[in-house]
């Protein structure tokens, strides 16, 4: 939800989480821990059932955005069990989740990206959310390396498969977060950071082998051939294009790499 508003809204409460941004103004509220302010830049939180109020500060227009997330959804995002972990702080400065709340935000109004990069933005904003301001720490397990090895081979094996997060957390018998988490710290990197990596290897070696861009772009899992093109600049340095005019040059010629900013 985007608003832009001079409003001031009465006591009410949500059935969901909220977690939003204000982009210009400021307002102020009411919460279970009294009043508070918000400003441009700050992070405002909303639990499930809490009561609140909302005015704006001087009575000019503020404007927000907002994402509500289903309580369930939650426990399965973060892991938790049944009992319910709560946002300590209605209004607060935490330029991480300011980053993370825009990424998701703008991915959502865009449109862009897929099912595993979504969700993948959405468990990092919530793990982020109650890990630096919940009501008590998510638990941080020991993961076997196993469990991540399943997650890695099952990527390797057909990277243009398109996959969701769920499933990888299934196979790993974790929630998304955990996978998440471990993934990114045993290997350095996100599943679908991975998968887009072990796809541009696939579109390779099908450009290698004759196919055409448009064709290697399809069967390696790419949605089109500029999404490929984009994901092969930022690995390689340079264009499908021109990695296969370079393998049409005689044995012994170097890779020219495309001129920066092209």
Known sequence: MSLASDRTFPRHSHDQYGIGVITTGGQRSWSDI??????????????????????????????????????????QYVGEPASPIA???????????????????????????????????????????????????????HIAKGNIARVRQRLDDAPQQAVTLSELAEMAGLSR?????????????????????????????????????????????FADQSHMSRAFNRQLGLSPGRYRHALSQPRGCNFVQEPAGR
């Open 177 to 221: 977060y955990q996978l998440l988490r471990s993934f990114s710290r045993t290997l350095g990197i996100t599943p679908h950071a991975y998968q887009l990596q072990r796809r541009v290897s696939m579109a390779r070696q099908l450009i290698a082998n004759g196919r055409s861009l448009s064709q290697a772009a399809l069967d390696a899992g």
């Open 87 to 141: 946002m300590t702080c209605p209004a607060l400065n935490d330029s991480l989740l300011l980053t993370l709340m825009q990424q998701l935000f703008s991915r959502l109004v865009t449109g862009s990206g897929d099912i595993l990069s979504l969700e993948e933005s959405s468990c990092q904003l919530l793990g982020a959310a109650f890990t630096r301001h919940g009501s008590r720490r998510l638990d941080s397990l």
């Open 34 to 75: 009294g009043r508070v302010e918000a400003v441009t830049g700050d992070i405002i939180t909303v639990n499930p059932g809490e009561v609140h109020d909302g005015a704006p500060l001087g009575g000019t227009r503020r404007t927000w955005h907002m994402l509500y997330f289903d309580p369930a959804l939650v426990r």
